[in-house]
């Protein structure tokens, strides 16, 4: 596998670990949180997993329904995958 295929995975798997965390956190199911933001359950579920690459659009959505900004997210990703995380081989 190409590293950069392992770093889309490093950085989807870091992501829903982070969402999951804070859904977790606000004691929301992923039934509940899924319909506040107009998603289906299995595309939320697949996001926690790491397997599905959000789009940009999702990627504001999300964190709308955990009560957080898209930022301490994307604040949070930087600090578990380090400054040096890069697509570039």
């Known amino acids: 596998m190409k590293q950069e295929q392992k770093n889309k995975i490093e950085l989807q798997t870091t992501l829903g670990q982070i969402i999951k965390k804070y859904r977790l956190e606000r004691k929301k199911s992923i039934s509940l949180i899924s319909a506040e933001i107009g998603m ?17 659009s999702t990627l504001f959505r999300m964190p709308e329904g955990l009560d957080i900004s898209l930022i301490k997210i994307i604040k949070e990703l930087y600090e578990i995958l380090l400054e040096d995380f890069t697509f570039d081989n």
């Open 40 to 56: 289906t359950k299995s595309m939320w579920a697949d996001m926690e997993k790491g397997i599905k690459d959000p789009q940009f």
